[in-house]
């Protein structure tokens, strides 16, 4: 829950120290939030609400000061539903109708989306590389993706627990990559 997110992440805040001042000089860190970052969350293939809280929930406990999401269509034309009630939770107001590369891409700034200082969150093969291709003129989180996975088990161990783990991965991409290793049959027809 968004509760949940908060409670973690308030522990991550950073916090502007002096270390001395010497000779008009201060030495130390100011901490600041970003003016304006861009939330991109996959819609296309499987749509992940809770992509938009984990994402909008740190940047709002910084002091982010506009949050925006940039999230794919479906193919009737708007955004899941599931997707905009988590956007709402957060408190984000803009969101753009763009996916894939071209939603990282914009990113940089269009003549309709304004730049970002930063962009963050998941995406397949495409995103991930328009990330790292955007990264240097905007910041982003990480690159992440395609996901993967591998879990080693033996005859103890709970097979739904094992093929959730597997699922979580195998659901994020077609080039996802999900392995079990086990020495159990028993195990594996389960």
Not at 31 to 43: D, F, Q
Not at 80 to 102: D, F, H, R, S
Request: include cysteine.
């Amino acid at each position: 829950t968004k509760s949940q997110i908060e409670k973690f992440h308030k522990h991550q805040l950073g916090n502007s120290w002096n270390i001395f001042k010497e000779n008009g000089v201060i030495m130390g860190q100011i901490a600041r939030p970003l003016e304006r970052v861009a939330l991109y969350v996959p819609g296309g293939t499987a749509a992940y609400p809770s992509t938009v809280i984990m994402n909008a929930v740190p940047a709002l406990l910084a002091g982010v000061k506009e949050i925006v999401m940039i999230t794919p269509v479906k193919a009737d034309g708007k955004v899941n539903p599931n997707i905009l009630a988590a956007a709402e939770v957060c408190g984000i107001e803009t969101i753009y109708k763009v996916g894939g590369a071209q939603g990282v891409a914009a990113a940089y700034g269009t003549e309709s989306i304004p730049k970002v200082d930063k962009i963050v969150g998941p995406g397949n093969i495409f995103v991930a590389t328009a990330k790292k291709i955007c990264y240097g003129v905007v910041d982003i989180d990480m690159i992440a993706g395609p996901s993967e996975v591998l879990v080693i088990a033996d005859e103890q161990a709970n097979p739904k627990y094992i093929a959730a783990d597997l699922m979580a991965q195998a659901e994020h991409d077609k080039l996802a990559s999900a392995i079990l290793v086990t020495t159990s049959e028993n195990l594996f027809n389960k």
